[in-house]
């Protein structure tokens, strides 16, 4: 056996979407880094083996999907695939190619692929001293030593292996009083799960399952539990096993189990099931998986324990390092050998999965709440963090937090605080606290995220200058024409949508302003009765777009409109409006319409960034509309919330105000957007945030998407020596975030970013402008 040892700065041990981050991200802050993996592909649940496609809190958030190193990932994978996504076992390989790439294209990061950890050196009784390993196939033993570990495996090997405490079951009620724990606890966890992928043959193909194979007999099975067949290609969660197994020890016998049930399902479908019969005649099984995707086992105890109560709550922590909003997704014990499948999907009728409106569904919707790096420091070793679905948080708050949107951006925290502790020489309780501004601006200057923290990087020149454009857009409102619709958007197939434009509960439509007066708003509405009918309306102002308390303050005013019979006619509210102080240039606003039956409001077939609209799903709290839909309405004056100076804001996306500058689409371009100085300064690098596959989950998006509201052309210029120079080219992109470091530092006292293309939308359009 051939044995060999290396030495890093830090060794990932999973290659999951958590340990690919962590390891990015590591090695991008210069740190020695390994990651070492037991599959030959990156991505875990994510890959074409498993095929589950990465979730994330824009299922149920628009303006939510998760960013840095993961969107960084799908934004190159939607742009350069040919396939569809849908659901699960719609991956192919063309995802684990750009994972691959970007691994490789990584400096200082070494990749083991096939390689098993088999043991855990220690170091003295709180540190590890190295890994060991061994690579299939290949007859050799790898000795991996490291300053820092990180376990992504999941199953949490490693902090098993060195005498790390850990959990895996359901706490019960007593012990912290979560509203969806189990009233006693029990070893019980969420299943696996394998997918199968089915193919249109044009004509039609019989299938006769083997004797081993489940025979199923009863529709109510399917219909009434919750396990609804409703896509001929496949791409079913619910073909889940866990419970009465262990979902480590019995992995190999569930992963058969699975096999006979899956090739149960599609007998059903296809010889005996009442509505999908007729449907997949023409269907043949293309694939089925064979690499289970585990959702629960260890929980690795960390140095907070992270509860349901904080993610309903919100907690704010300031050690704030990720975030999450998929919901409190807890799976039934059991799975197929259970009554019924997951709750909320269990409690739909026989044609769709989920019911919004139910006390289930409406206790489970959550978020976007913040995520401690706490929770992802080991409590009994002082150089072992963790991510992924194995990080300390309750039974009940892995709910939410284990999905790969979300897991990911834990990584990337993990990998980015690894490197700063060991740059700055931190303990793990140092860098909790001394060395958190740290991590968190770093994780900010890459992309990320934080819903309680925005940029307040001291050397970023942008911060002190002058910020003025070529142009800039007047919002006059979103109506029925097709006019910059997002094309690529259509197939919107992933969490359940409630898009019903009849008022049959309260609706409520966010409006950017430009701050100071409001003449009227016109809403696009249409009333098929004989006579007339009559609204309630309100305008209130909300705390950021994510606001979905029913009643976020007193109203800013209210009414009642008269809406006379007929179809798609523009209701007009008369406010003659002074807005108060606090309702600065780019806020929002958000007109509510109370229930009524008879009337219905239209969706615009146009998206304005952050203009989101929500539905009541209980007496208190509201909910995502559609898919981020704009409700068509007309607003007089026209508004102007994409000011110039909204690009150094300090955050990335739609948040407490519009956070982006548009230019004028009446104007052709190119447009540019221009910061500018008392002094000049020395810059050596410009660093620029576009718009970019924010508003809906990643599996929303067609082949070969490319954002249209992202700059397509563009060049950086520099005003030097009394003239205009280019600094920076760029063509083709499609990516959201761009990191330009310029050949040579220019002494500049003005530079211009200027948008000559989108990728199909007539504004130029920039969240962000760093300088350094």
Known sequence: ????????????????????????AAARQGARTCLIHNRPVLGGNSSSEVGVTPHGAAAFHAYARETGIISEALIAERANNHAEIYENGWTNSVWD?????MAQRTPNLTLHLNTDIRQVEKR??????????????????????????????????????????????????????????????????????????????????????????????????????????????????????????????????IRHELTRHALGVW????????????????????????????????????????????????????DEIAFGGWFVDLHTPGGLLAKSSEPSAATGNSDHEYDTFNDYSAMSYCGPYGVPLRILMAKDLDNLMMAGRNVSVTHAALGTIRVMGTTALMGEAAG????????????????????????????????????????????????????????????????????????????????????IEKLDVRRGQLIATGGGHIDSIELNLSNEEAAPEFLDVRLYAVDHIWDYRAEPGAPLDEGRLQISPGKNQWAKWSLNLDLPATIVPGKFLRVD??????????????????????????????????????????????????????????????HRTTNLWGSDPTQPLPQWLELAWEQPEIIREVVLVFPGHLIREYHAYSPFYRDPQCPRDYHIEAWSSEKWVTVMQVANNYQRLRRHVLAEPVRAERLRIVVSATNGDPSAFIYEVRCQ
């Not at 056996?1 to 990015?24: H, N, P, R, S, W």
């Not at 190619?97 to 790439?101: K, P, R």
């Not at 099984?285 to 260890?298: A, H, T």
């Not at 409700?631 to 994409?642: D, E, G, T």
């Open 1 to 24: 056996m051939k044995q060999i040892t290396e030495k890093f700065d830090i060794v990932v041990c999973g290659g999951g979407l958590a340990g690919f981050c962590a390891a990015v």
């Open 97 to 101: 190619m750009v994972l691959y790439d």
């Open 124 to 253: 003295d009784p709180r540190n590890i001293a190295a890994v060991l390993a061994t690579v299939q196939n290949a007859e050799t033993e790898l000795r991996l030593e490291a300053v820092t570990f990180i376990d992504c495996t999941g199953d949490g090997i490693v902090a098993d292996a060195a005498g790390c405490q850990w959990r895996m079951g359901s706490e019960g009620r007593e012990e912290f009083n979560e509203p969806h724990a189990p009233l006693k606890a029990s070893a019980d966890t969420m299943g696996n799960s394998i997918h199968f992928l089915c193919r249109d043959m044009g004509r039609p193909v019989p299938f006769l399952a083997p004797d081993w194979a489940v025979k199923h007999e009863d529709a109510s099975y399917f219909y009434r539990q919750g396990r609804i067949p409703k896509e001929e290609r496949g791409g079913f969660w619910w073909i889940e096993i866990g419970v009465p197994h262990h979902t480590i020890y019995d992995a190999e016998k």
């Open 267 to 318: 007998d059903w479908m296809k010889n005996r099931d009442p509505k999908m019969k007729d449907r997949v005649k023409n269907y043949a099984l293309d694939w089925i998986g064979q690499v289970p995707g585990k959702r629960e086992s260890r929980r690795i105890v960390g140095r907070y324990f992270m509860t349901e109560h904080d993610v309903l709550n919100k907690t704010v922590f300031p």
């Open 416 to 499: 980015i605080a690894a490197a700063v502790g060991i740059a700055r020489k931190y303990s793990f309780d140092q860098l909790s606290v001394e060395g958190i501004a740290e991590i968190q601006q770093r994780l900010l200057a890459n992309g990320c995220f934080l819903p309680n923290f925005g940029n307040a990087d001291p050397d970023d020149l942008a911060r002190s200058a002058k910020i003025s454009a070529s142009s800039e857009m007047a919002v006059e409102g979103a109506t029925l024409e097709t006019q910059g619709f997002h094309e690529g958007l259509k197939i919107w197939k992933d969490q359940p949508q409630y898009n």
């Open 593 to 654: 319409l109370l229930a009524n039956k008879n009337v219905s409001w239209h969706a615009a077939q146009k998206i304005i960034p952050g203009h989101m609209a929500m539905y009541s799903i209980s007496p208190t709290r509201m909910r995502r509309f559609g898919n981020g839909h704009t409700l068509a309405y007309r607003i007089s004056p026209p508004q102007k919330p994409f000011s110039p100076v909204q690009v150094i804001s300090g955050v990335t996306r739609p």
